[in-house]
T-cell receptor, first 116, second 113 residues
Framework: GAGVSQSPSNKVTEKGKDVELRCDPI?????LYWYRQSLGQGLEFLIY????????KSGLPSDRFSAERTGGSVSTLTIQRTQQEDSAVYLC??????????????FGPGTRLTVL | GDSVTQMEGPVTLSEEAFLTINCTYT??????LFWYVQYPGEGLQLLLK?????DKGSNKGFEATYRKETTSFHLEKGSVQVSDSAVYFC????????????FGTGTRLLVSP
């Protein structure tokens, strides 16, 4: 498909477990973003990757959150020792590039994470 | 820091009614402003945008005008359809290099036939 894809679409886990969320950006897009959509909180920026540059991690809420992007394409967001407040929809977006700010971000359908 | 405030929902309208969803912002610079829409079961989509003061963004019958004097970017549509039922997010982004999108909390619109 031509759009951003994410997997799984839904994830239910127990408190204290680790989870991995995957994002496949649009082919050729060098910029990739993770956001979190919590109930009543809107969307919060988490992390941004641009090509081979060091990622901007300024939005990660704690050191339990990490993300990597392999080969400049697929990205994985990892949450260690999940807590109930981590329950949210995690959205991934990509754009042609991010440094100029001129290009639209295209969003995936999200992964709904529920921590019991 | 930058922030976006939009009216709480849900907004419930009958088909063909006039829609306004209010959005105001706080920013240190001169941001670009956006409206995104999230239809049920789908990803967030860009609906319209405006990059400088007095610009009007428009798409699919929706319009919003960038008002610097009132720091607002209200979304309007003259005649809504059932298919417009969705969650609408107002957002801003500073225009210097990489800047994250800053979103409002979203407004759910429900249009009944």
């Amino acid at each position: 498909g031509a759009g951003v894809s994410q997997s799984p679409s839904n994830k239910v886990t127990e408190k204290g477990k680790d989870v991995e969320l995957r994002c496949d950006p649009i082919s050729g897009h060098t910029a990739l973003y993770w956001y979190r959509q919590s109930l009543g909180q809107g969307l919060e920026f988490l992390i941004y990757f641009q090509g081979n540059s060091a990622p901007d991690k300024s939005g990660l809420p704690s050191d339990r959150f990490s993300a990597e992007r392999t080969g400049g394409s697929v990205s994985t967001l990892t949450i260690q020792r999940t807590q109930q407040e981590d329950s949210a929809v995690y959205l991934c977006a990509s754009s042609i590039e991010g440094t100029s700010g001129r290009f639209e971000q295209f969003f995936g359908p999200g992964t709904r994470l529920t921590v019991l | 820091g930058d922030s976006v405030t939009q009216m709480e929902g849900p907004v419930t309208l009958s088909e063909e009614a006039f829609l306004t969803i209010n959005c105001t912002y706080t920013a240190t610079g001169y941001p670009s402003l956006f409206w995104y829409v999230q239809y049920p079961g789908e990803g967030l989509q860009l609906l319209l945008k405006a990059t400088k003061a007095d610009d009007k963004g428009s798409n699919k019958g929706f319009e919003a005008t960038y008002r610097k004097e009132t720091t607002s970017f209200h979304l309007e549509k003259g005649s809504v359809q059932v298919s417009d039922s969705a969650v609408y997010f107002c957002a801003l982004k500073e225009n210097t290099g990489f800047q994250k999108l800053v979103f409002g909390t979203g407004t759910r619109l429900l249009v009944s036939p």
